[in-house]
């Protein structure tokens, strides 16, 4: 089973909006949850982070004011809601988790999903 599921990319123009969705199986346990970013060419990014015990979350200095991360913990889903997309935004994204304390960078994170495509365009 495919410990987490991203779903919500898609092609936008410059200034849209997209929500992100990533559903995370019953069988992990995740104190950091995040979102990464990959661009054709370049490193693996990350964009936001969230604790989910206290809530607690970081971001990018690239996205800050327009993303916002969030979990439902009901649903066992994290999000992230992306406003005021740029053409430079575009690339893969990607939801992770880990069971231990965590920030922004990937080799902190050891559960992964298959990634979902977000294209801005200008």
């Known amino acids: 089973q495919v410990p987490l599921v991203e779903s919500g990319g898609g092609s936008v123009q410059a200034g849209g909006s997209l929500r992100l969705s990533c559903a995370a199986s019953?069988?992990?346990?995740?104190?950091?949850m995040g979102w990464f970013r990959q661009a054709p060419g370049k490193e693996r990014e990350g964009v936001a982070y969230?604790?989910?015990?206290?809530?607690?979350?970081y971001y990018a200095d690239s996205v800050k004011g327009r993303f916002t991360i969030s979990k439902d913990n009901t649903k066992n889903t994290l999000y992230l809601q992306m406003n005021s997309l740029k053409p430079e935004d575009t690339g893969m994204f990607y939801c992770?988790?880990?069971?231990?304390?965590?920030?922004?960078?990937?080799?902190?994170?050891?559960?992964w999903g298959q990634g979902t495509q977000v294209t801005v365009s200008s």
């Open positions: 992770a988790a880990t069971q231990w304390l965590a920030g922004l960078e990937a080799g902190q994170y050891n559960y």
């Open positions: 019953g069988n992990i346990y995740n104190r950091c």
């Open positions: 969230i604790n989910t015990r206290i809530g607690s979350s």
